[in-house]
């Protein structure tokens, strides 16, 4: 749970709360005029969010690079339905099963 402080406490007391955001990792959330303003959170935690955004932007990219390659392999031809599709695999193991007793 994050804690939430008037900018003017964060003024007076910016020590305190930079020691209790490294310590206890919890972000402290600043306000002005009763709205949230900016967060003030130790380095670890900033690293672990920049790091997960960085992994989004990444797979992203690859979704991206599939979604490309998937048009080029399509070349304007449509995709079948997703119904025969799944129908056609059916039949394929249906066929690879019919043998068993």
């Known amino acids: 749970m994050e804690r939430t402080v008037s900018a003017t406490d964060a003024r007076v007391h910016f020590g305190e709360?930079?020691?209790q955001?490294?310590?206890?990792?919890?972000p402290i959330v600043v306000e002005?005029?009763?709205k949230p303003r900016l967060v003030l959170m130790s380095i670890a935690a900033y690293e672990r969010l920049?790091?997960?955004?960085?992994?989004?932007r990444?797979?992203?990219a690859a979704v991206d690079r599939v979604r490309e390659g998937v048009g080029e392999y399509l070349a304007g031809r449509?995709?079948?339905p997703p119904e025969e599709v799944l129908q056609q695999v059916r039949e394929a193991r249906d066929e690879q099963h019919s043998d068993l007793p």
């Open 58 to 60: 990444d797979w992203l």
């Open 32 to 34: 002005h005029s009763g």
């Open 78 to 80: 449509a995709l079948q």
């Open 17 to 19: 709360l930079m020691r």
């Open 21 to 26: 955001a490294e310590s206890d990792g919890r």
């Open 50 to 56: 920049k790091a997960a955004s960085e992994r989004d």
